[in-house]
Each structure stands twice: as structure tokens, then as C-alpha cells.
């Protein structure tokens, strides 16, 4: 069974910074790609960045040129640096993993392993 579980979420006021990891209990050879979905309640989970395992990232347009992901392949962890936060940006913040080569179309359903959820609150 494989596991996710992120890290480092948090409250910060807008302006701020946090840092994301997802630790995998796999290889990241295993998988083709990893995002980092947000959800707010009653709302779709949405994705915000994607990796692949060609180095391809994919960014939502609310967060692009304040969010970065990352993959460290040695230590299996795919990051999302987040800054400029803005109180947009609460929610639930979930990885995800996929082995679909469309996953870059950032189709929820393609994305079949989940971790359990971090939780960023930024206050104005």
C-alpha cells in the first residue's frame, strides 16, 4: 500500500510563507507525476502544481510566480514552496500521485494515490 503524507502546513497572515512536503512511501520511479490539489469546503478539489518525471511543472494561474514544486527523487518528497500567500489561498492542501501519462491534464481522476491533507489558513 502506498502512503503520502504532507507536512508543513500552517497559519500565516497574507504576505507570508510556507512550505509543503509530500513524503512517499515509494520511489518516485514508481509514479509518473505528483500535484498539489487545494479544497475548500464545498468547492471541487483543484490543482494548483504538478511535476512529472520529465521535470514538466504546470502551475494554476492564481498561484503561478509565487508557488514552486519541487521533487527530490533521493529522498522521495515533492515540496510546494508557497509565497505571497494571499487569503485565497486557504484551504486543504492534498498531494497526489498518478501513472497516467495524461495526468498533466490535471484530471482529478487520474490521480489514484492521496495523501491525507494539510491545512493552510492565511488571515488578511
Known amino acids: 500500500q502506498v502512503e503520502l503524507v504532507e507536512s508543513g502546513g500552517g497559519s500565516v497572515q497574507s504576505g507570508g510563507s510556507l512550505r509543503l512536503s509530500c513524503a512517499a512511501s515509494r520511489p518516485t520511479y514508481h509514479y509518473h507525476s505528483e500535484a498539489w490539489f487545494r479544497q475548500i469546503p464545498g468547492k471541487e478539489r483543484e490543482a494548483v502544481a504538478y511535476?512529472?518525471?520529465?521535470?514538466?511543472?504546470i502551475y494554476d494561474d492564481s498561484v503561478k510566480g509565487r508557488f514552486a514544486i519541487s521533487r527530490d527523487n533521493a529522498q522521495n518528497i515533492v515540496s510546494l514552496q508557497m509565497n505571497s500567500l494571499k487569503p485565497e489561498d486557504t484551504g486543504m492542501y492534498y498531494c497526489a500521485q498518478s501513472q497516467s501519462p495524461w495526468a498533466k491534464t490535471l484530471v482529478v481522476q487520474l490521480f489514484d494515490v492521496w495523501g491525507q491533507g494539510t491545512q493552510v489558513t492565511v488571515s488578511s
Open positions: 511535476i512529472d518525471s520529465n521535470g514538466l511543472t
